[in-house]
């Protein structure tokens, strides 16, 4: 696997990075109250929306109060019907090269364990042979640190 360019790497962390802040300024947000706020900003009542969107003006009541969650096609004709497009920002939990890290350290552990019953000992410590195997996992750049 071709690890990713200098520019791609720049515009997911950008991307990652504008996705967090915005999460952690607005804070967590139902699509229900989403579609409430911008409808009610519009000045549209529920049955306008429904009308501009195609959908039953029962539908807007239960996705605006979260009995229901809509699927992708319907909250794009919703959010067309509020002059709106749709665009999903992906919100890291943590830092890619530290998950990228982290997998590489226990998929090395791993792969130590399952090749201590096959070799002799080696006089090198076991950290330094962990370390060995994640820098060799992580300078391969394949997917193999993903192998269950």
């Not at 802040?21 to 519009?42: F, Y």
């Not at 226990?106 to 950290?127: G, I, M």
């Amino acid at each position: 696997m071709k690890p990713p360019s200098p520019a791609e790497k720049a515009f997911v962390d950008k991307l990652l990075e504008t996705s967090k802040a915005l999460s952690d300024q607005v804070g967590p947000i139902e699509v229900g109250e989403i579609i409430k706020l911008l409808r009610t900003r519009l000045r549209m009542t529920q049955a306008i929306l429904a009308r501009r969107a195609g959908v039953p003006q029962s539908y807007v009541a239960n996705v605006e109060t979260g009995h229901i969650t809509p699927t992708l096609k319907s909250l794009r004709k919703l959010l067309t019907a509020l002059e709106c497009d749709l665009a999903l920002y992906p919100i890291p939990r943590a830092s890619l090269d530290d998950v990228v890290e982290k997998k590489a350290h226990s998929t090395a552990l791993k792969n130590l364990y399952h090749k201590s019953n096959e070799v002799p000992s080696s006089s090198k410590s076991f950290d330094a042979l962990v370390a060995e195997e994640k820098e060799r996992l992580l300078s391969s750049g394949s997917a193999h640190i993903w192998d269950e």
